[in-house]
């Protein structure tokens, strides 16, 4: 004799709400292919941080924190961002007592070709790590 299945209710905890949006800018996004590829060029820190951790690409992360006064396309992306940032915020009924959220870093990771970027966290983001396609290879290859 079988056993009857019980009933199973089903909660949701911890769910990850999600806002995306399309920058749909190609000016902004070209200036930011540039902005990408020169600095891949020009951060010898970054390069070297990228060797010596066996990063399969580049990333500016760990040497570069000022994208946005480096240039230009970087400053205007964020200008794109915060306001979606607080729109967010308001959709999920978040109380910032009257302050307003601010983008604090940008940092660019260029993978190689079979490279990976090991998951991880990043425990009270409200910009979560996102990602900006704005180019699929180095220009003129």
């Not at 399309?22 to 060029?41: N, R, T, V, Y």
Request: aromatic share 10%.
């Amino acid at each position: 004799m079988t056993k009857p299945v019980p009933t199973l209710e089903t909660k949701s905890y911890f769910a990850t709400a999600i806002g995306e949006a399309s920058l749909d800018d190609p000016s902004l996004l070209l200036a930011l292919e540039e902005a990408i590829w020169s600095l891949e060029a020009d951060d010898a820190a970054g390069a070297t941080w990228c060797d010596e951790e066996g990063y399969d690409g580049y990333t500016s992360y760990a040497s570069l924190d000022d994208l946005p006064n480096r240039n230009p396309a970087f400053a205007e992306l964020v200008e794109h961002l915060t306001p979606l940032a607080q729109a967010f915020s308001q959709t999920l009924c978040w109380n910032l007592d009257g302050q307003a959220l601010e983008l604090d870093s940008l940092w660019v990771n260029i993978l190689g070709e079979g490279g990976s970027h090991s998951g991880h966290i990043h425990p009270a983001s409200v910009y979560p790590e996102r990602c900006i396609y704005p180019c699929q290879r180095e220009p003129g290859r």
